[in-house]
């Protein structure tokens, strides 16, 4: 690999040997991962489960000689959170993407983890090669998180430079690194429509973002040529609950508030946990066409990509039962099936833990989408 990368660049296998010691020998991880997986256990049990622990992960470690058999260590753990966590899990569009060529699948973003993570798993059972992740820096604060996200194939997306001089640097960096990794290493490539998780359920796509890809064009070649090397895939993940829905209405409606949020230290861990253990629901996968070429700006790459990804969102019963509550139109459901109802009782529950404004937030969250898709079909 080009070693101009290495700063933002996934691990690879030369690297393995090291950060495994690392994390083995990182206590705060070992804590972590005990406070995640014993997190019923009694609190005096800690300092014997996290020696437990160490020596498990020791014992894995050893088996451990390349990347792809550190995914495959995580294998089993995708699966189970699968079973447990979700009603049923489909794909649709896949079949119909020639993945002999690399693709740079864009998709919405609801969860931190989940979303790559969805994908990922939809190209592993289809056996196909996973992605490369693009991964902002605020989540990599600490040591062993940046270790961790850098052994999933994560590359770093520079968030933080502190002037416009060193922005526009880190962006063609990345730009050039997303250009070579499709078009020499041939490795397929995840990245969010947006900065950020879209809290209030509107899936738009920032023109900056088609920007930053373009940015290492060169300037005899056009436009449009250029995104047609970058084979731009739009995806949509569509979840029937959101585990996070809760502290995503807070977080809005204190924004309303306040104008602003102060993001406690370790929120973005803890909304990656409740992703991760909690209930989703029907979880639904959608790949759309490859960007067509004709495309002369980002802006109207962008407006493709909202439309394509709204196309493609499964819209489940939480969406029309939040615009009926939203409305107050519960009436209308009285004769709806049980799939309608029991949408309505598990927004019940969640409103019941909220203030009046921050049950507004939780029903647009879930609403926005549903809504979106009625008014194309009027506009029809």
């Keep these: 690999m080009n070693a101009k990368f290495d700063a933002i660049r996934p691990f690879d296998d030369a690297d393995l040997p090291r950060v495994l010691t690392q994390l083995f020998n990182n206590d705060e991880f070992i804590s972590t991962l005990v406070a995640f997986k014993f997190a019923s256990w009694p609190r005096f049990s800690r300092p014997l489960l996290a020696y437990l622990t160490r020596l498990y992960i020791k014992s894995k470690i050893g088996q451990i000689r390349s990347l792809r058999g550190f995914q495959r260590l995580v294998e089993p753990y995708m699966q189970q959170m699968i079973d447990t966590t979700t009603k049923a899990f489909t794909v649709s569009g896949l079949d119909q993407l020639d993945l ?4 740079l699948f864009v998709s919405n ?3 931190i983890a989940l979303d790559p993570a969805f994908v990922n798993w939809v190209l592993h059972i289809n056996k196909q090669d996973t992605v490369r992740i693009a991964v902002g820096d605020n989540l990599l604060k600490k040591e062993w998180v940046a270790d961790l996200i850098r052994l999933n194939k994560c590359f770093i997306v520079k968030r933080s430079a502190p002037d416009r001089r060193e922005k526009l640097a880190a962006a063609k960096l990345l730009s050039e690194y997303i250009h070579y990794t499709l078009n020499v290493e041939q490795q397929h490539i995840w990245i969010a429509q947006r900065e950020g998780r879209a809290k209030d359920g509107n899936d738009v796509t920032n023109p900056a973002i088609i920007s930053m890809l373009t940015i290492n064009k060169p300037k005899e070649l056009e436009f449009s040529d250029y995104l047609q090397q970058l084979r731009i895939v739009p995806v949509s993940i569509s979840y029937e609950f959101d585990p996070c829905d809760i502290s995503k209405a807070k977080e809005l409606q204190q924004i309303d508030l306040l104008g602003t949020y102060d993001k406690p230290d370790n929120e973005d861990m803890r909304s990656i946990v409740n992703g991760i253990t909690g ?10 066409q490859v960007l067509p070429a004709g495309f002369e700006n980002a802006k109207q790459v962008a407006e493709h990509l909202d439309r394509e990804i709204l196309l493609g969102y499964q819209c489940f019963s939480t969406g029309k ?11 209308e459901a009285a004769n709806e099936d049980d799939e309608l ?3 309505i009782t598990y927004l019940r529950e969640r409103l019941a833990r909220l203030n009046e404004q921050e049950q507004q937030k939780l029903l647009q969250m879930y609403s926005n989408a549903w809504q979106k898709q009625q008014s194309n079909r009027n506009l029809q």
């Design 321 to 331: 039962a939040a615009a009926l509550m939203l409305h107050n139109r519960l009436s």
């Design 341 to 343: 109802q029991q949408a």
């Design 279 to 288: 209930q989703k629901g029907r979880v639904h996968v959608h790949f759309g």
């Design 109 to 111: 973003h609801r969860d």
């Design 100 to 103: 002999s060529k690399t693709c």
